[in-house]
């Protein structure tokens, strides 16, 4: 019988239990190096004032302080490890500040550098280099066989822990010199502490789970408790003894689903194993039994995770002595070798970028328009990575994926209601699909000359309005950037479970270019297209679910689309018809360890089968017949180091936003000029029911953070920062070109009065070091430069800056089409056919131009007839098309282009002026 969980509150307050560095629960593994480091220097200091009385007995004192705050988290880390932190205690307790110096140095050196997963000597308290290993070292690293990557498997299991170290010894002997892989085991005894560990060990790849262990702690961490119920939807799940290993398995797929879980019990197994239980388990054993299967199925595993077929086979393929009468003489590289003018070409890249080109399909490296080999395996491995049904790679940036996507799923004189604001393979998709976009505006964040993401109310009504008008089941597709490029979090499962109340079989386009690392960290997966499509399948199936809707229909009775409070009111569709139609498309080379142009298609439809044939032949229609075998494998490269330390390298990327938020608007002299955009600057109040404000202590704690994230309507993506320079009269463009002149600091993209940073995986704090130190030399100068000029230095730093910071032109709406491309002129919905508008324009017949200065456009603003825009008309910064074919040009959109201080404006001309389809063209077509 299972029963609902009931997490006790936390009773133990008294001072004996160990307390967990609560505040930064999330960020442990990051500050526990620092930790470490601030030990060695306390016990540095220690060591110095030897001989000094009262001063020697403090730096004491305050060294075991300092190792017994550190010390409660060791347990959840194979390094330093019980042997190494037990001569740190010894020498504590001896009062020998030189040893202890050396030894708290020693670690914290290998935790830094993580010399540890590989170098012997780190695991040896005695020894300062691998040559003199000793039996404390882990065996497989003394044997130097090449670089095996290290990890570590979490054992949770009722034993009594003085059993630990005999059973951890038991599975050390099992190694062999061949295995690919070298690991150390932690073992736990309760559910807490499991879910401690995989939260803060970055090394975790696998956990074995031994039936009967314990629910409760012994350490104190009331973020636990919170963290806790969470995971375990809510507390709805049971935590009866008997369940309790395969509720905590759920728990850890829902956070870490890249881990692979063990489960061993003296239940049933054979029953055990098909049941929906084991469903997260990669294998059931019966107890201890087979404990060189359990290592083994360890190591395989991993090997799944590692495996790129394409990449190895790419290398294999390399390695071969081919002898090539092909096309792409530049294979093998002999032409550039031999070649008397460019051999440095070849120096440069080295031999092997040349020994794997090749224009071959045969040999293992498949097709990717027809994979059926090592790409169809290494597409299967990135849909289960990425959590998807499918995916698809593509060679040519998420611009082409998208209209693939668009081509795929979209048919001429269907309806797409797709946000104005999205990147222009969106628009230009859709122009070559022939489907009608009904375009929805993002709201304005008119301050920094940029959008935000589209509010679900405009959403709705412009489903509702379709609905009203008789063209709903023409509306096939929504499409959405998720998330912007200045970080705006859309919440996809919300947004798709509305609309599929209004429309079930809609199809999403979820533009997740700059997003594709979301999947890998635990905060962000909740935002992601593919999190939201996994979590709203389980949702709909369930039988809450089913009261939840039955009730809600009870209330609301059949949608009327002229009911204004539909927009306000939370929608469910009805489980029994809706169909889960998810597509996402990312730029893995945004985020991810891919060359230039490496993207991925990832799908989660239910009715793939109806769009299998278009997807095939718009997959033939935008992908090269040569694509770049180096990108194709990269893709599969990143997708191994996403699901074997994406978790890591996500977690960090965060925190290292984090810091660098905390840092330059915290900073007494940095922060008078320069500041990170908050949640609040960037997400309206409307949209932020939590009422989250900023992130960060003393702002919000990582419950705050979670909840907003959970439930906000939008939420803002801590990587992306967007610093405010107008405040130190600076414009985007020309503060980009100063760090990047001055500093060597490379951004993101530019505002009027901003610049976006972005942290990614790549990112060390020492970049974070760099950008501050660089803020802080600016403020300096700034300071300075007021202070020697005088109330005229003032006056013009103030005017620039109010320039910069208050007088920013409107950003225009989109207006409408004109009515000879639209179905029902005056009509309550705004789609057109910008197809037709498109093509019109390439008779030149049809257009006309008028320079932007010229009173002409006044007049005709005034008086008509409508200046209809022929072409799209792209400013960068900032991106979106202020005009789109088709387009009757309003008043804003002049003003908005003539206070335009850009340089690039595609689709524009400034010598030929705004390109218009004439009036006369408009008339006959409209009388067509
Ligand atoms: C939202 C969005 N989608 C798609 C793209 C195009 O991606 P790619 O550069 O991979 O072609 C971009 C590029 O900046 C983008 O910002």
Redesign the pocket.
Known sequence: MSTKAQIPPATRTQPSVPRLPAADFFSAAESRIDQWRQLSAVVRAWQAAAGHGSTEDARFTDAVELFGSVRPLEGFYAYPGARLLAVIEQALADRNAGICARLVQHVSAALLSGSYRHDAAAWDPMQEDSATATDVVPPDLQSGNGHRPYFEVLVVTPTDPSQWERARHDLKRLRRPDDAFVYEVIQVGTFEDAVIAMTCNFNLQAVVLRDGFEFRSRYDSPVLREFLLRHMRGGEESTEPGELATTLARAIKRYRPELDLYLLTDRAVEALAGSDEAAPLRRVFHDVEELMELHLAILDGINDRYDTPYFSNLKKYAQRPIGTFHALPIARGKSVFRSNWIRDMGHFYGTNLFLAESSATTGGLDSLLEPTGTIKRAQDATARAFGAKRAYFGTN????S?KIVVQAICRPGDIVIVDRN??K?HHYGLVLAGAQPYYVEAYPLTHFSMYGGVPLASIKKALLACKAQGTLDRVRVIDL?NCT?DGHMYNPARVMEECLAIKPDLIFLW?E??FGFARFNAFHRRRTAMGAAAALTERFSSDTYREEYDKFKATTGPLDPQNPALLTTRLLPDPDVVRLRVYQTC?T??SMSALR?G?MILVWDEDFHLVEGPFEEAFFTHTSTSPNLQILASLDVARRQMELEGYELTMRAAEIAFRLRREVNGHPLISKYFHFASPAEMVPAEFRASGITDYGRPHATWKDLLDAWDSDEFALDPTRLTLVCGSAGFDGTQFKGLLAERFDIQINKTSRNSVLLQTNINNTRSDAALLVKALADLSREIDRRLEDGGPAEREAFDARVRSLMTDVPDLPDFSHFHEAFRDAPGGSSNEGHMRDAFFMAYDDANCEFIKLASPEIDQRLANGPDMVSANFVIPYPPGFPIMVPGQVIRPDTIAFMRKLDVKEIHGYHAGHGLKLLKPSALTARSER
């Open positions: 940036g998420t611009s082409t998208n999205c990147h393979s950037t490029f533009d270019a700059w730029s080379h945004k142009q993207s």
